[in-house]
Nanobody
């Protein structure tokens, strides 16, 4: 089992910034990637960003490219999501997730363990 502890989130104005952090503990040896997903009210959960431990490759949802930055520390099993130039449509509950080397980075079923989520609200 892997436990994920998320922190950050909260309320920001449009154009502002927030930082989300995620730390994994437990059986972390099989972790290959850490990712962030989000779910807005009434909408399906969607991929936001991911980072692979192998090579440090990063991936982003098109609508957050240039605004969000994911960084990962494989030695510490942590990842942060720096969110700049926030928009009201970024409002959602954000979930950290970790997974092995399986599937596609943007697919929820590629991740085995999930955090409880942290709420991000962006006001206009």
């Amino acid at each position: 089992q892997v436990q994920l502890a998320e922190s950050g989130g909260g309320l920001a104005q449009a154009g502002g910034s927030l930082r989300l952090s995620c730390a994994a503990s437990g059986r972390t040896n099989d972790i290959y990637r850490m990712g962030w997903f989000r779910q807005a009210p009434g909408k399906a959960r969607e991929f936001v960003a991911a980072v692979n431990w192998s090579g440090g490759y990063t991936y982003y949802l098109n609508s957050v490219k240039g605004r969000f930055t994911i960084t990962g520390d494989a030695a510490k099993n942590t990842a942060t999501l720096q969110m700049n130039s926030l928009k009201p449509e970024d409002t959602a509950v954000y979930y950290c997730a970790v997974g092995p080397s399986r599937g596609n980075y943007y697919a929820a079923d590629a991740y085995d363990f999930w955090g409880q989520g942290t709420k991000v609200t962006v006001s206009s």
